[in-house]
């Protein structure tokens, strides 16, 4: 009777397993998602990153100053400079981390007398709750935009 007893429970625990396999209920998921596993992986390496861009216009009064040296960024070893147009537009754009960020930013006259002589500015530009676009959904972010325009004095 004992022996009859284990080959019962051997055949059935061995059919319950076949069952089990067939339905899919042994499978294990190595990813932990509901999704199949990616045949072929990408070993991503880096930091999740973003573009802020910065434009506008430098002005004295009201007319915009060509010329002036703009710089951004995050200290003062690592930035990035552009000079304004014939009309004092700028744009200047700085990578960083996709949070909020704030930005050195600092306008100087570098032509001397040509275009008049104007004092030097630094100030800070703040991405506070920045919304991204344009991103590829794995590292990068996109971008985001603001307006700073600034009077500079003679």
């Known amino acids: 009777m ?11 625990n061995a059919f319950i397993g076949y069952l089990l396999a067939i339905l899919g209920f042994g499978s294990i998921s190595l990813t ?13 390496y880096g930091v999740p990153y973003a573009i802020f861009k910065v434009k506008g216009k430098v002005t004295s009064e009201t007319v915009g100053i060509p010329n002036i040296k703009v710089k951004m960024g ?17 744009e200047i ?6 949070s909020n960020q704030a930005f050195d930013l600092s ?3 570098i032509d001397s007398t040509q275009n008049g002589s104007f004092q030097p500015l630094d100030t800070i530009v703040e991405f506070v709750d920045p919304k991204f676009t344009g991103g590829s959904g794995n590292w990068n972010e996109g971008e985001t935009k603001t307006t700073f325009n600034v009077e500079l004095k003679e």
């Open 32 to 44: 932990g998602c509901d999704s199949p596993v990616d045949p072929d992986p990408v070993a991503e």
């Open 93 to 98: 754009s700085q990578g960083a981390f996709p």
């Open 2 to 12: 004992k022996r009859i007893k284990k080959s019962f429970i051997k055949r059935s």
């Open 74 to 90: 995050s200290n003062s070893f690592f930035y990035d400079s552009t000079y304004t147009d014939a009309n004092g537009e700028y």
């Open 107 to 109: 306008f100087e006259d």
